[in-house]
């Protein structure tokens, strides 16, 4: 039950504490910044290299499944592996935002518990760190455009555009999926086993274009079922201009109805069972 | 205007065990229906109809057993728990000190701790900045302020903490007794600042058993009982009454 508003003197509505915590967490940004960075400095504190590692292990991964699956798909290496790099970093920040998402309130009890902060500075200090991730595995992807140079133009920018996409996206998608599994604590790993399967059927390793232009008929009428993937729109809108090839319009209408649709829900629920979250971690 | 408003403010806590927390048990309840008792989730009514008005100037202290729902109470009035009936209004930056520990990370230094905790108290970095003098001579950490917090002892931990704490401007302190493990020389020295920070403080509540720290720092008492406020009014009365001891008799004449 959402606390009932009934003084006289100024009542506050539960919109306005809705968004009364979604501006007062921004508002806090020195805080949830600096936690951000401070997680990843921990994750690596005493190692020699220190964040650099996320960088390396991106390398490592990107090169070695580059090579492996253009040669079971028998691509060519520099189209195969520029593909692939930019697909895991993308994922990358994908799947940490539903899976930490997912355990987001959870896992910031003690503070919840504590501390009167909005909920929404652990969500804003979840994608932050995400985006410091994403930021690191960055340097690979120059580091290819090095050796594999890809056709940018200006148009190449709009990665920009898709980038803050991704992030208002994980914002929603982390208070949403963090107070319905502080709730109900089964949905972490339900989210984490459907993460883990989408992506196999994202087109990230495989190649989408390949198969919807395949001689095999049936491959391309198959390979059409990906269109109703919502992570296919996410990733295309970013890669796409990452890679300088041109993109559909539909991805971006795709992800621009997501984020509104995301967006309303994750305000109603949070309306309802935001006050909640500090009874239920 | 600083102030803490509550009208007949309830806290109910869902007990979820592992069984009703699934969502497995949800869907099938849905499903099936007609599940009485059994698919209701246990509630512990921590709190009942507090109505309290605290306003700018107040000092007040928080008397009752373990388990009376002191904690609860403070929890309330910082705004962590909006009331599950009843209505909570608190005005003004909180400052709640209630587990010293909470928010520091053992892996980096001291240094880098004052901040954070500075932070998560409502300061901005500039500020904490400005303080970090202060407040190393206060706790009389030295060097160790750039050891990692693991390093530390407990007594020492506290000592962090405390300085921190005492060294922020609080529109609303709400104190949560637990201030041991540190040695009586730096208590005596953290109670001139305790106070010091009291009175800089726009509104305090304060939970604690030491009638001594109340009667320093407090001037009326809300005294609790299970769950309820048994009493309100002017400290000591309400410690007297608490402790069960007679009125005071009437002065010589």
Known sequence: MPCVIASTSLPETAWARTVRDLAGGWAQRQLWAHLGWQDIRQRYRRSVLGPLWITISMAVTAVALGILYAGLFGNPLETQLPYILVGFIVWGFISGCIN??????????????????????????????????????LVVYVVMLAIFPQPLTWRSLTALVALALLMVNGVWVSLLFGIVSTRFRDLVPISQSIVQLMFFMTPIVWIYGDLLNSSNPTVAERARIAEFNPFLHFLEIIRAPLLGQDQHWRHWAVVLAITVVGWALTLVAMRKYRSRVAYWV | MVSIRTVDATVDFPIFDAKSRSLKKTVLGMVGGNIDSESKVPVINALRDITVDINH?????????????????????????????????????????????????????????????????????????????????????????????????????????????????????????????????????????????????????????????????????????????????????????????????????
């Not at chain 2, 003004?92 to 500075?118: K, W, Y």
């Not at chain 2, 730096?186 to 305790?194: D, I, Q, S, V, Y």
């Not at chain 2, 299970?226 to 608490?242: M, N, T, W």
């Open chain 2, 57 to 253: 100037g107040d000092r007040v202290g928080l008397v009752g057993h373990n388990g009376a729902g002191k904690s609860t109470l403070l929890r309330l009035l910082s705004g962590i728990y909006e009331p599950t009936s009843g209505t909570s209004e608190v005005r003004g930056r909180v400052a709640p000190v209630f587990d010293l520990g909470v928010g520091m990370d053992p892996e980096i230094s001291g240094l880098e701790n004052i901040i954070i905790r500075g932070l998560f108290l409502g300061m901005t970095r500039k500020q904490m900045v400005a303080r970090i003098d202060d407040i190393a001579d206060f706790t009389e950490l030295g060097d160790f302020l750039r050891m990692p917090l693991r390093t530390y002892s407990t007594g020492m931990r506290v000592r962090l903490a405390l300085g921190v704490v005492t060294s922020i401007d609080p529109e609303i302190l709400l104190l949560d007794e637990g201030i041991g493990a540190v040695d009586a020389a730096f208590l005596e020295k953290a109670r001139g600042r305790l106070s010091d920070l009291v009175d800089r403080a726009g509104l305090l509540v304060f939970a604690s058993h030491s009638d001594e720290f109340l009667e320093q720092l407090c001037t009326t008492a809300i005294w609790m009982e299970h769950g309820r406020i048994k009493e309100q009014g002017p400290l000591s009365a309400v410690l007297r009454h608490y402790k069960g001891l007679p009125e005071p008799a009437e002065p010589a004449p």
């Open chain 1, 100 to 137: 930490e998402g997912s355990e987001v309130f959870v896992a910031n009890e003690g503070l919840i518990k504590q501390l009167p902060a909005p909920l929404s500075v652990h969500v804003y200090r979840l994608v932050w760190r995400q985006t410091l991730f994403f930021l690191h595995n």
